[in-house]
């Protein structure tokens, strides 16, 4: 059993940084791989990046890479998505999930077995 919230969202210029934050309250919380998935206004909710159990396989999804950073603390029970060089098209709820069994890096998020509620992130023009 987990439960997760996100924070760190907000607004931001474009070429600009956030650090988001997924703190989970479950004690098993290393034996979940973890994800950040985004959801824009009238879109799909669609994945972002992935990281392992141990933080040793990280994944993104093509428009993030290079910008992104997926990273966990197992000790203080935390994801984060380091997100810089922002640009309008990042706008969007970012939820954080976690997954029991494998890692899911693509599509909507079915799969994942537990969410977050998200945290807005606009990104100004």
């Known amino acids: 059993q987990v439960q997760l919230v996100e924070s760190g969202g907000g607004l931001v210029q474009a070429g600009g940084s956030l650090r988001l934050s997924c703190a989970a309250s479950g004690r098993t919380f290393s034996s979940y791989g973890m994800a950040w998935f985004r959801q824009a206004p009238g879109k799909e909710r669609e994945f972002v990046a992935a990281i392992s159990r141990n933080g040793g396989s990280t994944y993104y999804t093509d428009s993030v890479k290079g910008r992104f950073t997926i990273s966990r603390d197992n000790a203080k029970n935390t994801v984060y998505l380091s997100m810089n060089s922002l640009k309008p098209e990042d706008t969007a709820v970012y939820y954080c999930?976690?997954?029991?069994?494998?890692?899911?890096?693509?599509?909507?998020?079915?799969?994942?077995?537990?969410w977050g509620q998200g945290t807005q992130v606009t990104v100004s023009s």
């Open positions: 999930a976690a997954s029991r069994d494998v890692l899911r890096i693509y599509g909507t998020g079915s799969g994942y077995d537990y």
